[in-house]
């Protein structure tokens, strides 16, 4: 118990003396994770706006993949993109491997489908009535779609905030292809692995306790959002 | 010159049951116009098909100018308006959902207050322009139906039940904003209602879907 005490104090130090080594770990983590969760938003809400709005062939297989791929185990990420990136592999001539660019690779594709599953399922929550109304004011497709999707707002901002979630957790993948090198591909929770394996548990629980207050942000802001999506959608009754 | 709605030899089937069987009809004079008839007998179909939202399984709707038919494109459904009976209300206040038709026909922002604010003053609204639109009553969002149709000052404009679902206060209200608006605007006007006695007070003409048809009476004549 002592232990475990002593351990939390000088975590706590750690944080307070703002450690030069913590804040580079704090500050990787998050420039690999936001870059991941841009890269995720931009390509993913579009995707599951269109998939939500339009009707072409092959779109419940690709709702069913997108909703499968929200669960992709990131250690078989980190092994797919392994086998790609390493020297023999089909895209090893970029010499991606172990890098910041690797990790970001891996989180962009956890993120994409949970980004792209629930905008759709957020889109298709919207009112059919809203489509043939701004339609009926004169709006192109396009703008029916911007609409659409302003009107799903809410239902997308929980999808972003649920993909940085699962970023910010994830270990497997980029530990595979970041290789947690010190002071460049090192992140919170790789380093929280590696630290816990030497038994040095003063950093682990500094970056524990950063983890967790990050993830209490997340959640919290979170519930704000529905919180608010739900007293709007009391509205509508 | 206005514009004129053709409805020509149409046919149209909604779920298996035929609505409009070989129906022509012709709009070529501004005024109110408001369609009646039975539950069932398509007149919300006769309005989407009428503005452009839905086609007719068979036949034509055209607006012509003078001799010129129009083309079916983005340019002639801005010069057209339907209110929904269930109006669609944006998520943000008042003022944007009635700003937005204009935000999208690209008008700048201080052209857009102007108009925005001179339509909710018509409608009664202005007093409620910051608050959120889905907090209105449901005669409120109607009115401000009306208002986002209205500040886009559409050559033909169609209202399906504008006071459906409306308490008698908010009904005298949306019948006395369609009686000036036979004044300010000089557009075709067509109603779908099953209120008789609204048919009398806000209406020019009086048309009646009948066996798949539409024929055309007078305000004041009995309809069973």
Redesign the interface.
Known sequence: MNFLLESFKQAINLILNLDRELLQIIFLSLKVSGIALLIATVIGVPVGAFVGLKKFIGRGLLITTLNTFMGLPPVVVGLFLYLMLSRSGPLGFLSLLYTPTAMIIAQTILAFPIVAALTHSAVVRVTPVIKLASRTLGATSFQTTLTVIKEARYGIISAVIAALGRVMAEVGAILIVGGNIAGYTRVMTTTIAMETDKGNFELAMALGIVLLLISLMINFFMFLIQKKGVKEAQQWE | MGVRLTVSNIYKNYNGIPLFENCSYTIDRSGVYVLMGPNGSGKSTFLRMC?L?ENPDRGEINYFEGNRALPKD?NL??RI????P??????TTVFKNVA??LK??GFKNNKIKEKVEETLQFVGLIHKKEQ?A??LSTGEKKRMGIA??LV?EPEVLFLDEPTASVDWKNTEIIENIIIQLKQRLNSIIIIATHDKESTKRVGDFLLYIREGKIYKEHPDKQIP
């Not at chain 2, 269930?86 to 998520?91: I, T």
Request: charged share 15%; no cysteine.
């Open positions: 503005a939202l983005i459904m801005r308006t339907l209110l929904l269930e109006v669609g209300v944006f998520n937005y038709g999208i026909r959120n889905l907090t986002r149709a886009l």
